[in-house]
Antibody
């Protein structure tokens, strides 16, 4: 059964960093891009970027460039999102999501970022 | 950059009624690369429709998607109690792969 399981809730102070994990199972981790999306309380979905677990290549949404780092550990099929210089408006649920398209298809066609299934979400609260 | 505008913001309907949700793109979405997701409170979104009109695995056939130029529509033919949720459209043809702002389908 394909699934993504995320780490637990975090409470951080402004200016700190947070690192959220997303463990994949039920499929070959390196075969699909892994994405991160966040949702502030009562708000819509905000796309953050993706990582190619096979190569480690990343592509970040402009809004987060300079503050976000996406990494992976293929030995344990886990992806990580690190967000630095936290502000109160970073308070949100952070989701990881697996792509629908295989990496080789994405690289050949340019089609990717269709979110096939999602992790359960990780609540990050930024408060002094 | 493609901007997606969803309407209405909220749709108040009764079980058994038909729901029609709109998603308008600011420019052409190449390859009909538009998806619809359903999100219930406290849950992650779930993929319903991709390629504008293809249902994802396990999605009931009361959900359908269509496209006319830059206008995309999600139709729920007869609302079941479990269909009351927020629905988002998202384009995956070009960067940034952004979402619409969502339509809430609530019980009237």
């Amino acid at each position: 059964q394909e699934q993504l399981v995320q780490s637990g809730a975090e409470v951080k102070k402004p200016g700190a960093s947070v690192k959220v994990s997303c463990k994949a199972s039920g499929y070959t981790f390196t075969d699909y891009y892994l994405h991160w999306v966040r949702q502030a309380p009562g708000q819509g979905l905000e796309y953050m970027g993706w990582i190619n677990p096979s190569s480690g290549y990343t592509d970040y949404a402009q809004l987060f460039q300079g503050r976000v780092t996406m990494t992976r550990d293929t030995s344990i099929s886990t992806a990580y999102l690190e967000l630095s210089r936290l502000r109160s408006d970073d308070t949100a649920v952070y989701f990881c999501a697996r792509d629908y398209f295989r990496v080789n298809t994405a690289m050949r066609t340019g089609l990717h970022s269709l979110f096939y299934f999602w992790g359960q979400g990780t609540m990050v609260t930024v408060s002094s | 950059e493609i901007v997606l505008t969803q309407s209405p913001g909220t749709l108040s309907l009764s079980p058994g009624e038909r729901a029609t949700l709109s998603c308008r793109a600011s420019q052409s979405v190449s390859g009909r690369a538009l998806a619809w997701y359903q999100q219930k409170p406290g849950q992650a979104p779930r993929l319903l429709i991709f390629s504008a009109s293809s249902r994802a695995t396990g999605i009931p056939d009361r959900f359908s998607g269509s496209e006319s130029g830059t206008d995309f529509t999600l139709t729920i033919s007869r609302l079941e109690p479990e269909d009351f949720a927020v629905y988002y459209c998202q384009q995956y043809s070009s960067s940034p792969r952004a979402f619409g702002q969502g339509t809430k389908v609530e019980i009237k």
